[in-house]
């Protein structure tokens, strides 16, 4: 069985300020990790994706995230960011190419001007 | 570039009713998924279905779930009677031929039963 965890479930952040969302998960065999975006009143976007490779992988918009697999965490980040950011984020894991995503409960980021 | 869509976008239905909710995948995509996500939860996985079949089920798809993929495009989700805490975004995804590749999703359909 796999299992998400978002530890913060808001994030208030100052526009051009730098913002970390948090995502540990556990799983008894390779994962797959995978952060989205919900805009509101929209459906999920994929931001990025680790397979495998690269420990950091970087996606749209400027986001980037670092998979670490002794703390099982794939925190996301982003440099600078924009009101534009304002959305929820949702971190996925799946096993096996083709099984279902296990979400995170997600995290609410407000950009404030 | 190529979507996922859900048709319709809002749906208001009585408790009780059947609803049918549709989707048409990427056309290429192998792997189909709903998922659900009642106002202010996590996104929670429905059903997946391969090779016209269900391939996984939560406990959440239950007997008054089905799934069907009729004419090899559209995907749909029927709920035979519906319940008020059936009332979520439904969303509907898909996933490329080689499965090693991320699930595409569509913007969803707000179901509401009143």
Same mark, same amino acid.
């Given at each position: 069985?796999?299992?998400?965890?978002? *530890?913060?479930?808001?994030?208030? /952040?100052?526009?051009?300020?730098?913002? +970390?969302?948090?995502? =540990?998960? $556990?799983?008894?065999?390779?994962?797959?990790?995978?952060?989205?975006?919900?805009?509101?009143?929209?459906?999920?976007?994929?931001?990025?994706?680790? *397979?495998?490779?690269?420990?950091? /992988?970087?996606?749209?918009?400027?986001? +980037?995230?670092?998979? =670490?697999? $002794?703390?099982?965490?794939?925190?996301?980040?982003?440099?600078?960011?924009?009101?534009?950011?304002?959305?929820?984020?949702?971190?996925?894991?799946?096993?096996?190419?083709?099984?279902?995503?296990?979400?995170?409960?997600?995290?609410?980021?407000?950009?404030?001007? | 570039?190529?979507?996922?869509?859900?048709?319709?976008?809002?749906?208001?239905?009585?408790?009780?009713?059947?609803?049918?909710?549709?989707?048409?995948?990427?056309?290429?995509?192998?792997?189909?998924?709903?998922?659900?996500?009642?106002?202010?939860?996590?996104?929670?996985?429905?059903?997946?279905?391969?090779?016209?079949?269900?391939?996984?089920?939560?406990?959440?798809?239950?007997?008054?779930?089905?799934?069907?993929?009729?004419?090899?495009?559209?995907?749909?989700?029927?709920?035979?009677?519906?319940?008020?805490?059936?009332?979520?975004?439904?969303?509907?995804?898909?996933?490329?031929?080689?499965?090693?590749?991320?699930?595409?999703?569509?913007?969803?359909?707000?179901?509401?039963?009143?």
């Amino acid at each position: 069985a796999q299992s998400v965890t978002q *530890l913060d479930s808001q994030v208030p /952040v100052f526009e051009e300020a730098p913002v +970390e969302l948090r995502c =540990n998960y $556990s799983s008894s065999v390779s994962v797959y990790l995978f952060w989205y975006v919900q805009y509101p009143n929209q459906g999920l976007q994929l931001l990025l994706k680790y *397979l495998s490779g690269s420990t950091l /992988v970087k996606g749209i918009n400027g986001f +980037e995230a670092e998979f =670490n697999k $002794s703390q099982t965490s794939f925190h996301l980040r982003k440099p600078s960011v924009h009101i534009s950011d304002t959305a929820e984020y949702f971190c996925a894991v799946s096993g096996a190419a083709g099984n279902k995503l296990t979400f995170g409960g997600g995290t609410r980021v407000l950009v404030k001007p | 570039e190529p979507e996922v869509t859900q048709t319709p976008s809002h749906q208001v239905t009585q408790m009780g009713q059947e609803v049918i909710l549709r989707c048409v995948p990427i056309s290429n995509h192998l792997y189909f998924y709903w998922y659900r996500q009642i106002l202010g939860q996590k996104v929670e996985f429905l059903v997946s279905f391969y090779n016209n079949e269900i391939s996984e089920k939560s406990e959440i798809f239950d007997d008054q779930f089905s799934v069907e993929r009729p004419d090899g495009s559209n995907f749909t989700l029927k709920i035979r009677s519906t319940k008020l805490e059936d009332s979520a975004m439904y969303f509907c995804a898909s996933r490329g031929p080689t499965g090693n590749t991320e699930a595409f999703f569509g913007q969803g359909t707000r179901l509401t039963v009143v």
